[in-house]
């Protein structure tokens, strides 16, 4: 059975350093992985989404890897700002036909000005 | 203006008292979910739909219906609510990405309280 663990659960930086953040998963059989943000009280946004066959993606000052073999993806975010202050979340997706997602717990980032 | 619409935003109901969850997209997707989240146990699916007419369990199932019968739209029943069901709902759509599931959009969620 799939599992998705994000260690640490909470992160607190100060602003303009650069950071990464861990997504792991048991089932190196994936077809996408995607990194989501949620701020408090509201809906997840959807920040990168990496396919199988892909090593990385970037948005702006967000970059995302993924190593299927070693089961890890890692985001990203450079030059921190007290508005990246949410939670992010990773999910994955086991196979193009299916609709499952499994979902990590998330990592509370807190940037401080 | 592409999104995902729920409805209510905000619902306490009492044990037993069914209620209908909407949830609405305007973008044409043919993939849409559902999903609850809970302190300590993060998003966990409830059901998925693949197509209109298409619907299929996620992990977490019970107590729940749901019904695909047009296209944007993907309601979640709690037939008999009970309190253990209290929660924060999302609803997600996707659009089709490289022969499978894309970026998923999700709606700004549903508090539900069961007294």
């Known amino acids: 059975k799939q599992e998705v663990t994000q260690i640490p659960a909470a992160l607190s930086v100060p602003e303009g350093e650069n950071l990464v953040l861990n997504c792991s998963f048991t089932?190196?059989?994936?077809?996408?992985l995607q990194w989501f943000r949620q701020d408090p009280g509201k809906g997840l946004t959807s920040l990168l989404l990496?396919?199988?066959?892909?090593r990385e993606q970037t948005s702006g000052r967000l970059n995302a890897s993924l190593d299927k073999s070693s089961g890890r993806s890692t985001l990203y975010i450079a030059a921190s700002q007290p508005g990246d202050s949410a939670t992010y979340l990773c999910?994955?997706?086991?196979?193009?036909?299916?609709?499952?997602?499994?979902f990590g717990q998330g990592t509370t980032l807190q940037v401080k000005p | 203006e592409a999104q995902v619409t729920q409805n209510p935003r905000y619902l306490i109901t009492v044990t037993g008292k069914k209620l209908t969850v909407t949830c609405s997209q305007n973008?044409?997707?043919?993939?849409m979910s559902w999903y609850r989240q809970d302190p300590g146990l993060g998003l966990r699916q409830i059901y998925y739909?693949?197509?209109?007419?298409?619907?299929d369990k996620g992990d977490v199932p019970e107590g729940y219906k749901v019904s695909r019968k047009e296209k944007r739209n993907f309601p979640l029943i709690l037939e008999s609510p009970s309190p253990n069901q209290t929660s924060l709902y999302f609803c997600?759509?996707?659009?089709?990405?490289?022969?499978?599931?894309?970026?998923?959009?999700f709606g700004e969620g549903s508090r539900l309280t069961v007294l």
């Open positions: 997600a759509s996707s659009s089709p990405s490289g022969g499978g599931i894309g970026e998923l959009f």
């Open positions: 089932d190196s059989a994936i077809y996408n």
């Open positions: 990496i396919q199988s066959s892909q």
């Open positions: 999910a994955v997706r086991r196979s193009s036909n299916t609709g499952k997602l499994i």
């Open positions: 973008m044409n997707h043919e993939y």
């Open positions: 739909s693949m197509n209109v007419e298409v619907t």
